[in-house]
Nanobody, 128 residues
Framework: QVQLVESGGGLEQPGGSLKLSCTAD????????IGWFRQAPGKEREPLAC????????KYSDSVKGRFILTADNSKKAVTLQMNRLEPEDSAQYYC?????????????????????WGQGSLVTVSP
């Protein structure tokens, strides 16, 4: 029933910034964490950042820590991803997803297996 919509992707130069948004529409009771993932061609869907609403904690992968910032609006169960100091290796399709798990740390070990709802993705291309 719940649907997620990502927006904000596009073309940016190395060193630049982009801000992605993910909004939820519809019933989403039972989901307790929301995260950002990306997937490049031929690769697995990679966890980047996750927010757990129960304790208000945010976790980041090593690949984006210090460059990307996740901000959550728990009243809307929506998130943004501010991406700074972009690199060509950041080029990918970016997705947000919902999970009924209460924590986020496991996501960086097992990936996307417990996420149940996905948006359609937003394409990010970093190129000079």
């Amino acid at each position: 029933q719940v649907q997620l919509v990502e927006s904000g992707g596009g073309l940016e130069q190395p060193g630049g910034s982009l801000k992605l948004s993910c909004t939820a529409d519809g019933f989403n009771e039972g989901y307790h964490a929301i995260g950002w993932f990306r997937q490049a061609p031929g690769k697995e869907r990679e966890p980047l950042a996750c927010f757990a609403s129960n304790d208000g904690t945010t976790k980041y992968s090593d690949s984006v820590k210090g460059r990307f910032i996740l901000t959550a609006d728990n009243s809307k169960k929506a998130v943004t991803l501010q991406m700074n100091r972009l690199e060509p290796e950041d080029s990918a399709q970016y997705y947000c997803g919902l999970t009924d798990q209460y924590t986020c740390h496991w996501m960086f070990e097992v990936g996307a297996m417990y996420l149940e709802v996905w948006g359609q993705g937003s394409l990010v291309t970093v190129s000079p």
